[in-house]
């Protein structure tokens, strides 16, 4: 099949939504591909759906814009940092820090990471009226162009477009930033994803209504307190804050899964031989063996029983008992211990019915102390608390009790960038703590997820996120976004300097983002290879100890763990956005002798290099995966994931015959999709080239594209 797209100028966020009911409801939509919503309404009774006018929402001035902007084509290019990206501890690196204005980030990454990443955490402008934050939008419609593209009168476009150019931080121009960026957002979460947003009193009422717009509602999960500053902020007149917040929505609650990561205790945990886990009993249900209970006052109730657990016929008898001292002797002495609940002499009733308990043994959904049985899997959804205080925890990771230091202060995150940048002053100001984004984090028993921030600051995500695959094993991959901000020199001297100093580069946010990861790695690094130089050590002196009974399993697992220690990828790939082309907008079909074609004469090697990354990403590959550079027979294409890749000149008739050679003869080379840059191949070339496509995948009875591509 041969077909031509307008892709470079065109990329957009994938609408799934219209898809759905194009497949679904075919017969809606007009010749010229329109939904017909009256025709939708038609086919649903009142029953099944109510289509009053009137509901429960958030309107704002700048809503219908704001829509736009989400559905608006890309206007840049992503470009590859390919001296950095080079460099042997970022090759194989899945991680990525990618620079420039996020929303158009978003809408590259909308195919490629469609439903892939399984948490994203942003700390966006508060709109406090302090931190800089005000709109700015170097889109450039006109009056009637906005009345025409959202339906809106003369009046409303021009004060949409004066809030729009006039840098305002009304919570107008608050909510038309933010809508569009979570709206693309939505679409990179996979189905039991989460989001998590920081925020404070300023917007945290037109967020709440604003996420609930976009992800339903239904799928609110829980609102965090976090208490940042336990000694007060002195800025206010009447009370002083000590907290922030972190709203959280779920891409759909039914499929998403918190565990418990922070018990207070080590004593809370118990070990399942089953699963050969510690299982956290904080918060667990006890079924038997509670003491607070009503009393039965000598009433029967189904909630009355004894239970007989043998654990080595893994088998459990129940007994209604009329009194306390009343045992089953015969069944103790056959290995059974008993579970009975009682409160000042007399029975109480245990929480489930015995039909109910039975029917959790049977689903091995139960767990057995000393004295109680509790059900294991009971409220796994709701472990952390909602109000998150600065407190050490016991955490369990990987079979070994760490200190995990909850600290989130900020005065805290300052303190840890002196240190890690060698500077007097926070070299970042109001960092968030890595703490926070541990525990968020944790919340997800995966350790092998892709973690989003597209506001990265001064990188604290991917600090966090490297700090934590070093200390249990995991795999966890970031994506960070930062806008390469002017720092000014009058608000933040120590950083202006040391980027302009140090760094020898322009002073921008995105310089200390980068610098950050690069400095955390290292010292990740660091502490990882003291760690395997311990472990060397102790295996050494196990080596040595002739009367160690365990010795070769306990050799074995410290292998296993150096074995981690050493494949953990402290690297990253940075890549950025830069603009389309000027007068990249012609549009063949519409060619005469009176327009001035594109002149491609003035592409560099970089800049087809450049469009190569743009239209894979947009091709849903991602932007970690490297094409495969491919000879064919002198020209150079680019191959992966069954799209091949015709960028350069001088395609001949002698090269599509390597291409066809190589299909034949390698394995490994199946492309489903040849796509070629038009502007670099004649119209008889392109139509010579499709027609033996097509012959070629006739004759072979397999499915190739020929795709002329702009």
């Known amino acids: 099949m041969s077909k031509e797209e307008k892709i470079t100028n065109n990329i957009k966020v994938p609408n799934k939504d219209l898809e759905t009911l194009r497949i679904n409801f075919p017969h809606c939509f007009d010749k010229d591909g329109n939904f017909q919503l009256e025709k939708f309404k038609a086919n649903l009774t009142e029953k099944e759906i109510n289509f009053s006018t009137e509901s429960y929402g958030l309107d ?73 934050f005000v709109y700015e939008d170097d889109r450039k419609f006109t009056i009637k162009e906005l009345q025409n593209l959202i339906g809106i009168d003369v009046e409303k476009a021009k004060r949409i477009l004066d809030f729009t150019k006039q840098k305002s931080n009304s919570h107008s121009a608050w909510l038309t930033f933010m809508y569009p960026r979570l709206y693309i957002a939505k679409q990179l979460l996979k189905e039991d994803g989460v989001i998590f947003v920081s925020i404070d009193d300023n917007e945290i009422a037109q967020l709440r209504l604003l996420m609930d717009e976009v992800f339903g509602e239904e799928n609110f999960v829980a609102l965090f307190s976090i208490e940042n500053n336990p000694k007060g902020r002195k800025n206010s007149d009447y009370v002083s804050i000590t907290n922030d917040y972190v709203l959280a929505y779920s891409k759909q609650k039914d499929k998403t899964l918190f565990i418990e990561n922070i018990p207070k205790n080590i004593k809370d945990l118990t070990f399942d031989d089953e699963s050969g886990k510690y299982i956290h009993n904080s918060g667990k249900r006890v079924l038997v063996g509670e003491s607070s209970n009503n009393l039965l006052d000598g009433k029967k109730s189904k909630k009355h029983y004894s239970v007989y657990y043998n654990q080595t016929k893994n088998e ?22 008993r579970y009975v609940s009682i409160k000042d002499n007399s029975f109480i009733e245990n929480t489930y019915t015995s039909d109910k308990l039975i029917e959790l043994f049977n689903n091995k959904a139960l767990q057995f102390s000393e004295d109680k049985i509790f059900e294991k899997n009971f409220n796994t959804e709701i472990r952390i608390k909602s ?3 600065n407190q050490c925890y016991d955490a369990y990771i990987k079979g070994n009790t760490e200190k995990f230091e909850l600290d989130l202060k900020t005065t805290s995150a300052g303190t840890y960038l002196k240190e890690l940048f060698n500077t007097t002053e926070p070299i970042f100001p109001m960092s968030k703590n890595v703490g926070l984004i541990k525990i968020l984090t944790t919340l997800f028993s995966e350790q092998n997820i892709t973690i989003c921030d597209f506001f990265g600051g001064s990188g604290t995500t991917g600090d966090a996120v490297m700090q934590l695959n070093a200390l249990d094993g995991g795999n966890r991959k970031f994506i960070l976004v930062q806008i390469p901000e002017p720092i000014d020199p009058k608000k933040n001297k120590v950083a202006y300097d040391f980027v302009k100093s140090e760094l020898k580069a322009e002073p921008t946010i995105f310089e200390i983002t980068k610098e950050r990861i690069i400095r955390a790695s290292k010292r990740i690094k660091t502490e990882i290879d003291n760690n395997i130089k311990s472990k060397e050590n102790e295996i050494k002196d196990f080596e040595g100890k002739l009367d160690l009974l365990d010795k070769d399993e306990k050799i074995k697992q410290l292998k296993t763990e150096i074995k981690d220690l050493k494949v953990q990828n402290l690297g990253f790939k940075i890549f950025e956005t830069t603009p389309i082309w000027e007068d990249y907008d012609f549009e063949a079909e519409q060619y005469d002798s009176s327009q001035t074609l594109f002149d491609v004469g003035k592409l560099t090697e970089e800049d087809i290099k450049t469009l190569l990354v743009t239209w894979k990403t947009n091709d849903n590959i991602s932007l970690s995966q490297e094409l495969e550079i491919v000879d064919l027979g002198g020209y150079t294409a680019f191959y992966g994931s069954g799209k091949l890749y015709l960028l350069h000149k001088n395609f001949t008739t002698e090269n599509l015959k390597a291409v066809l050679e190589k299909i034949d003869t390698d394995k490994t080379f199946n492309p489903t999709s040849i796509i070629a840059f038009g502007y670099h191949f004649e119209s008889k070339s392109l139509r010579e080239l499709s027609e033996n496509v097509k012959q070629y995948a006739n004759k072979k009875k397999i499915d190739i594209d020929f795709i002329t591509r702009y």
């Open 60 to 132: 704002w001035l700048g809503k219908s814009y704001a829509r736009l902007l989400a559905s608006d084509p890309a206007t840049t290019l992503l470009k590859a940092d390919e001296t950095h990206n080079s460099k042997p501890e970022n090759a194989n690196s899945e991680n990525l820090l990618i620079k420039g204005d996020n929303l158009e980030v978003l809408k590259h990454l909308a195919n490629a990471y469609y439903e892939q990443v399984k948490m994203i955490y942003i700390d966006p402008p508060y709109n406090t009226g302090g931190d800089g």
């Open 316 to 337: 459990i008898l129940i007994e209604i008992e009329n009194d306390i001292d009343e045992k089953n002797e015969k069944l103790i002495k056959d290995g059974y211990k």
């Open 387 to 389: 109000l998150l205080t």
